[in-house]
């Protein structure tokens, strides 16, 4: 056997062999990328299916783009497109998104289904906005109480808990979580409710629980620990901006609700009730409603002058807490 063809031979068994390894190699990088790959497709697309994804994702905008009205026939072309576009790449997150938005009015529980499906992909887990428009369509689906709607609330709820624990940070996500809660009390007027839900939000957030800050272990001189800053309510748990916003709403409810139904005792209670215990551990400016501060004489949002509270009696100025003013050194504590 000549020299050469034994070199030839051999050149082809070793490239096989790379060729083999190389594939194997490939496919582990491919299930990588796409881990439920192995589910969708047995076409040997070589991993093109992303590429083909994203070109079936172009004209799917485009075909958005051209249609004017999403009737039935453009809802059942668009079902078959977003089909094709999920057996390549079922973790397309902007897909669902889009589609179920393009589909929902006309076709809700397809709308609904896709957003499902995604939502339980855990390669989407951490997209917040997936489980959000589940939520969101769901609610657009409660128009009163009977057992379907009250169905839907309770699937939303669970949708908005899952956005909410994804980090959504967004206002809108919360309020609409606090809708769904409000949906789901049947027997109240939905004003009444969506306060009682918001009342019951703002008291989760403002129990000693939700955020006492721990006292530092702080050794003086004596060999005594220093004794534990006083935290008045105002300072647990749940303030700022965030609060304020939570009150302003709870506050609108109350009076919305008393204006609109003057006549309904439980309405007077319960908006009574909740102002009261808001009043307890809150300071607001009579005029606007608008929470305000210790030491503050006029309200930052109105400018009218409010009842002045927490300042040393001695020099007026502003505390917060503690034994002694920190401006005179007048002692607070009452015997
Ligand atoms: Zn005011
Ligand atoms: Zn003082």
Not at 71 to 83: F, I
Not at 128 to 151: C, N, S
Not at 281 to 289: A, E, K, N, R
């Amino acid at each position: 056997m000549k020299k050469s063809i034994i070199f030839h031979l051999v050149v082809l068994v070793v490239a096989a062999g790379v060729a083999a390894f190389l594939a194997h190699d490939l496919k582990a990088k491919q299930d990588g990328f796409c881990k439920s790959r192995e589910q969708l497709s047995r076409a040997p697309l070589a991993g093109f299916h992303k590429l083909l994804a994203d070109i079936k994702w172009m004209q799917f905008i485009q075909y958005c783009g051209r249609t004017e009205k999403f009737d039935d026939q453009a809802v059942a072309e668009t079902n078959v497109m977003l089909e094709e576009l999920f057996r390549l790449d079922p973790d397309f997150g902007k897909a669902y998104e889009t589609g179920a938005m393009m589909i929902y009015t006309q076709d809700p529980a397809s709308a609904i289904k896709m957003l499902e499906k995604a939502a339980e992909n855990p390669m989407l887990k951490t997209n917040w906005r997936i489980p959000y428009l589940a939520g969101f369509v769901h609610m657009r689906q409660v128009k009163g109480k009977t057992v379907e709607d009250l169905q839907h609330a309770r699937k939303a709820k669970i949708y908005f808990d899952q956005a909410l624990a994804a980090n959504a940070s967004q206002g809108y996500v919360l309020s609409s979580r606090v809708r769904a809660d409000a949906a789901l009390m049947a027997d109240k007027p939905p004003k009444l409710a969506e306060l009682i839900a918001w009342q019951t939000y703002y008291e989760g957030r403002r129990s000693p629980m939700g955020g006492m800050p721990a006292a530092p272990p702080f050794v003086a001189g004596s060999g005594k620990s220093f004794p534990a800053p006083q935290f008045s309510m105002e300072y647990m748990g749940f303030y700022g901006p965030d609060r304020e916003r939570v009150v302003s709403r709870i506050v609108n409810l109350a009076q919305q609700c008393r204006a609109e139904m003057p006549d309904n005792p439980e309405v007077m209670k319960v908006t009574g009730e909740v102002v009261g215990k808001l009043l307890s551990d809150t300071h607001l400016c009579t005029y606007c409603y608008a929470i305000y501060g210790s030491g503050d004489h006029f309200c930052k949002e109105c400018g009218k002058p409010v009842a002045t509270y927490g300042v040393c009696p001695k020099c007026g100025e502003a505390v917060s807490g503690g034994k002694f003013c920190i401006h005179c050194g007048q002692g607070l504590v009452k015997k």
